[in-house]
């Protein structure tokens, strides 16, 4: 059922000192979507994200949470935040213990879950970012990767049903990125709802069901990947890049290797298999 | 500090429970200060170092070069307490007259004093101990299960966490600094070193806001839950560091004069 968890609607948001980060910002995310938020810096992705659990408030306009305004009490908004998880850009601001395990279980503890309960979600947590072995270690020695892994383990341990990464890619091995990728499709195939924001075209590409692209505090387009990569003149003005995929594939078309009817590849061995043998 | 805190994570008692190496250092300490003679702390100086550098596998230099950091004031302080200056040359044990001044040690100040050196130095060891075989957090969460306040444990978390992240802001900071020429005569240096503060201060805010919206996306309401990973209780180690108290009270009270 693809119905509507969480929306903006007509979502205004100014920072204190006047600066305009959000304009007339209309956006409807349905429930276990793949959405991707693309942007160059201070599009407003982040700002946008910080709307979704109430950690800001919009000027005017609303968020509505499964068809309801969020409430800002701090009741409604503790309530709001477990169901909304976000893994923030830096991992540093983040953690704020110095022990992996006392970080992750924050959390699932503000939940007000049994320590019972708890400890099986932060052992899971673990396991699945694979930080099992980074447990007895202090944050601060910890490369840039590891704390980044260990903050998506403490927003996973709290189960929430949509998941915001802002960034989740930034600052990760190639090894390890391919890994978080497929994190987010075991997440997905839980029927998560999960929203990133990224710089990375590719990945924005092949993984999402949807797009976003946002500029200067706008959504300027939203659509399927295939429709929005192919339009040149929106790429431009999003200082965004084609997809490497995308780019072969027109290439290869150009050149008459592949007839234009071709559909578009979604990976690499879709592409390789609609070549003519 | 980097070194001892390093340590704190990697020796071979780390998985040892906290409150086991607390209560041994804490009551190890207590008696070490009140003891009468210089045989208690000559023993739990020995104590100390044998169990830090053998059982906790911390390197025997390492351990000398932190004993060697309180030395030098430690020498200070006590030199002047056994020296003293009179103009009455009688009871002096060793002493030198000029001018009708006489400067020299007395015989009860110089025990005195160094029963005061061995003592502190012997508490010292044990703190040494404490701090290189258990990691701040699991000292913290010990000081919470002794209901020390939390807004005192609290506050300890986050000041030890962001030690680390301020450091590695400074540090950062610093290089590009010294990478674009900062610090090259004593003009520039004050410079570079105020331009630093500034930036860091800025960074200070900023992280702490960015701190308080990441907690409060986990749920936060104004108290630090968390969970510690549990430690086996190994009550054998308890009834041996009780013993090793009673043996070292029973050597404080024959000492007693």
């Known amino acids: ?277 | 500090m980097i070194n001892i805190d390093s340590y704190a994570y990697s020796n071979h008692l780390k998985k040892i429970h906290p409150g086991e190496k607390s209560f041994f250092a804490m009551s190890t300490m207590a008696v070490c200060l009140t003891s009468p003679t210089v045989i208690t702390p000559l023993i739990v100086l020995a104590i100390m170092a044998g169990v830090t550098i053998f059982k906790a596998g911390i390197p025997a230099r390492f351990f000398l070069k932190l004993m060697l950091v309180p030395l030098s004031f430690l020498l200070l302080s006590v030199l002047t307490i056994a020296f003293s200056i009179s103009t009455n040359s009688f009871g002096f044990w060793l002493a030198q007259t000029i001018n009708g001044f006489t400067i020299g040690i007395r015989y009860p100040d110089l025990i005195i004093a160094s029963e005061l050196f061995l003592r502190s130095l012997g508490a010292v060891s044990c703190l040494y101990f404490l701090a290189l075989t258990t990691p701040m957090t699991e000292i913290i969460t010990v000081l919470h299960k002794l209901k020390v306040p939390i807004i005192i444990t609290e506050l300890m978390v986050l000041i030890y966490r962001f030690i680390f992240v301020f450091m590695e802001t400074a540090l950062t900071i610093r290089r590009a600094q010294l990478s674009r020429s900062g610090y090259v005569s004593m003009k520039s240096s004050f410079r570079s070193m105020s331009l630093l503060f500034s930036a860091l201060l800025g960074k200070v805010f900023v992280k702490s806001q960015e701190l308080y919206n990441a907690m409060a996306a986990r749920c936060y309401t104004g108290e630090i839950k968390m969970l510690t990973k549990k430690y086996p209780v190994n009550p054998r180690n308890y009834l041996l560091i009780t013993a090793l108290a009673l043996v070292l009270i029973v050597i404080n009270l024959l000492g007693r004069r």
């Open chain 1, 1 to 277: 059922m693809p119905d509507v968890i969480l929306e903006a609607v007509h979502l205004d948001y100014s920072y204190p000192d006047g600066t305009k980060a959000l304009r007339d910002i209309n956006l409807k995310i349905k429930r276990g979507e793949k959405l991707t938020i693309l942007g160059s810096n201070g599009a407003g992705k982040s700002t946008l994200f910080m709307q979704f659990n109430g950690l800001y408030r919009p000027n005017s306009g609303t968020i509505k949470y499964r068809g309801q305004d969020i409430s800002y009490k701090n009741k409604a908004l503790i309530e709001l935040r477990k169901k909304v998880g976000i893994v923030f850009q830096d991992p540093d601001s983040q953690l704020f213990s110095s022990s992996v395990y006392q970080d992750i279980s924050f959390g699932p503890l503000n939940l007000g879950l049994s320590e019972q309960e708890v400890e099986v979600r932060v052992e899971q947590a673990l396991i699945d970012t694979e930080t099992t072995d980074l447990e007895d270690k202090p944050t601060h020695l910890l490369s840039y990767g590891q704390k980044k892994r260990v903050s998506i383990a403490g927003v996973l341990a709290m189960e929430p049903e949509v998941i915001i990464f802002d960034e989740p890619t930034a600052g990760l091995d190639p090894r390890h990125a391919r890994e978080f990728m497929q994190l987010l499709k075991n997440l997905s195939d839980e029927g998560k709802t999960i929203i990133i924001s990224t710089h990375d075209v590719d990945l924005a590409y092949s993984w999402s069901d949807r797009l976003i692209i946002m500029s200067s505090g706008e959504i300027i387009a939203q659509g399927k990947p295939g429709e929005l990569f192919l339009q040149p003149d929106l790429i431009k003005r999003a200082d965004l890049a084609l997809p490497s995929l995308l780019e072969m594939y027109c290439g290869l078309v150009e050149k008459g290797w592949l007839p234009p009817s071709t559909p578009l590849p979604k990976t690499r061995a879709e592409l390789l298999l609609s070549l003519p043998q």
